[in-house]
């Protein structure tokens, strides 16, 4: 998402060395939108993949569908959501098109609408799969109750969600433990939360208790933040947002760090200000 219009509007010489810079190091799966960017950077990174001498198999990409953005290039009254089977086909065409790409490693919808109807997914989500477009279907930003609403019409491997150490409501509300139970590969958008964006009295707590596990650990904040969420049994994947190598390879370095039981949960106290119930 911060690749393009978004964020640092990156050259296509740009992104294809942060492209290679992240296969190097082993970073190979690439999450889009269709909205990113007004609808530019699926367009962008493809032109710079296409110039980047990678091959399709080395790299794993990611794609989600269904919000109708006000945007120039659309011509929306109202931002709202669209799951009827031809648009879902459209949109997913469209993504491999600007990707420069025959087919999409997985494909989500965007956010739930109150208007989408699990056999109407389920049929366009078929004929993506039939037809070797997509290989793997799931959704993002959904409630329990409402995967249960597609995946009884069609499989879901995947649901990203908000998750982070500040917003952890996901283990309380049942989202992770459908996801447990259901085999369904949680993903973590916005990983690191607030933590380094507000400074409150619950951030300075977090922050003090970090500092008094840096050296235990050899690790930075954000590397312990990303642990964090890692030791779910969910097996959580954060998606990382930033554009910096240097972070890249350092919230790579995170994933070695197994926090000790009483480590884990002295980071959740400090955030709730509270001892667990």
Known sequence: MTWGGWGKQFSTVEMIDLMNHCV????TTFDHADIYGGYTTEADFG?????????????QLISKCGIQYLSASRNNKVKHYNYSKDYIIW???????HLKTDYLDLFLLHRPSPLMHPDEIAEAISKLKQQGKVKEFGVSNFTPSQVELISNSTQISANQIEFSLTQHIAMHD?????????NILPM??????????EDTEQTRRIHKQLGELLEKYNATEDQLLLAWIMKHP???HPVVGTTTKERIVDALKASKINLELEDWFLMLVACQGHKVP
């Open 47 to 59: 032109k710079a993949f296409q110039q980047s001498g990678l091959e399709r198999d080395s790299i």
């Open 24 to 27: 190097e190091n082993k970073v």
């Open 174 to 182: 049942g989202t992770l433990d459908q996801m447990l139970l259901k």
């Open 188 to 197: 973590a958008w916005s990983p690191l939360g607030y933590v380094f964006k």
């Open 234 to 236: 969910a097996m959580i």
């Open 91 to 97: 949109s997913a065409e469209e993504s491999l098109k």
